[in-house]
């Protein structure tokens, strides 16, 4: 069973920058693909980004430039670096793990969501 613990939330002006973290707890291992998603109110669920097992990342067109995905497999921490932050990067923000590679979109583990509010 695999457990993630985002935080790091909040709010922020545009413009402005925010860090999400997320801990995994459990039988999770450098293997495994982690994402960030996100999803505001009356809207459908959107992937921002993954990370694989290299660290390869892929990002959404909405955030590329501006957002980045990395991970600390020793601490088993995944992180989100937002910057340029914009009003409709609102949401609430997810990690996802699943194991093997990020070519898929089902994941099957969760977090229980931070929220991200930018106001302008």
């Known amino acids: 069973q695999v457990q993630l613990v985002e935080s790091g939330g909040g709010s922020v002006q545009a413009g402005g920058s925010l860090s999400l973290s997320c801990a995994a707890f459990?039988?999770?291992?450098?293997?495994?693909?982690m994402a960030w998603f996100r999803q505001a109110p009356g809207n459908e669920r959107e992937r921002v980004g993954v990370?694989?097992?290299?660290?390869?990342?892929n990002y959404a067109d909405s955030v590329k430039g501006r957002f980045t995905i990395s991970r600390d497999n020793a601490k088993a921490i995944l992180y989100l670096q937002m910057k340029m932050l914009k009003p409709e990067d609102t949401a609430m923000y997810y990690c996802?793990?699943?194991?093997?590679?990020?070519?898929?979109?089902?994941?099957?583990?969760w977090g229980q969501g931070t929220q991200v509010t930018v106001s302008s």
């Open positions: 996802a793990a699943r194991y093997g590679g990020c070519s898929s979109f089902v994941f099957p583990y």
């Open positions: 990370i694989d097992s290299d660290s390869r990342t």
């Open positions: 459990g039988h999770i291992s450098s293997s495994f693909c």
